[in-house]
């Protein structure tokens, strides 16, 4: 018996002693692992979610830009820290549903080695050139692809990446062959693209939304079902003749694996609370991208399904990094 109550006193210790951190957490900054460069999408909203938990909430998150071989490295830094809920990685389609299938090496497994808090938001990539190129059209881009196959070339920010798998997904259903050049994130890309280096550039939305409105670049066509609302004169994929030609990004928090669950619903809470303020909302959607929101469970099934679908087209690709 008096093991027993021992026993008793001790699990009670540990369920109060989780129950505590819970409520006190967060009592110091939160970092947040980008795993991209300063500048891109990914960074983008990184820094206006930490503005909005900021006001909403009164956290400070603090965002530490780890780029690197496909956004691997930065997640590779999030799975290595203290599963205690302070640290945060905002992975995305690429890291954590292409690589797995992608790398015939990877240090993690996003199924096992990290936790889904909350989806961030979606958004389509577009097709740009830059504002003196030739090409007015994705058709222009095709005819001379296809009257010279692999002659046109065009940036991503990375092998594997989602710009990168969204534009193999377009030659196959264009049947054309374009050179591709990956770069270690979007604004050298954008660089070459300005210096004529590349010729075209898949690109996130929030990447290269400001440069087409100051006219320095030209998007051709979006790549999701419908057309954006912040880009209302640009045509879809679908629409330019590849009827059925839908491909996003997502962006989500995750932590490593074996962060408290009280931890990870009191993130979810504060992330969700940040993401519906209508400024955080106005922002994300004046960058082109929609905000998502939502429970741990339901971003766990949307990894795997994505993961899924996208083995089927790093397959296809042909696509393979040692």
Sequence with gaps: MKLLSQAAALIGGLVIGAGALAQSF???????????????????????????????????????????????????????????????VLGQT???????????????????????????????????VAANSRY??????????KAHPGELNFASPGNGTVAHL????????????????????????LNDLFGGQVQLFMSSIPTALGQIRTGKLRALAVTSAKRVAELPNVPTVSEAGYSGFDANTWFGLMVPAGTPPDVIQTLNAAANKAMASAEYQQKIRAEGG???????????????????????????????ID
């Design 26 to 88: 967060p009592d110091r900054p939160i970092r947040l692992i980008v795993p991209f460069p300063p500048g891109g999408g990914t960074d983008i909203i990184a820094r206006e979610l930490g503005v909005a938990l900021n006001k909403t909430s009164g956290w400070n998150l603090v965002a530490e830009n780890r780029p690197g071989a496909g956004g691997n490295l930065g997640v590779e830094t999030a799975v290595k820290s203290a599963p205690d809920g302070y640290t945060l």
């Design 94 to 128: 690429s890291n954590l549903a292409i690589n797995p299938s992608l790398y015939a090496k990877l240090s993690y497994d996003p199924a096992r080695d990290l936790a889904p808090v909350a989806l961030v938001a979606t958004a389509p990539l577009v097709l740009v």
């Design 136 to 145: 007015q059209t994705l058709a222009d881009v095709i005819t001379q692809a």
């Design 166 to 189: 969204t534009a193999e997904l377009l030659q196959q259903s264009a049947g054309i062959k374009l050179q591709h050049i990956p770069y270690k994130g979007a604004n050298q890309a």
């Design 290 to 320: 929609e905000v998502l929101g939502g429970t741990p469970e339901a971003f766990s099934e949307r990894l795997r399904r994505d993961h899924a679908l996208w083995a089927g087209i790093v397959k296809q690709s042909g696509a393979r």
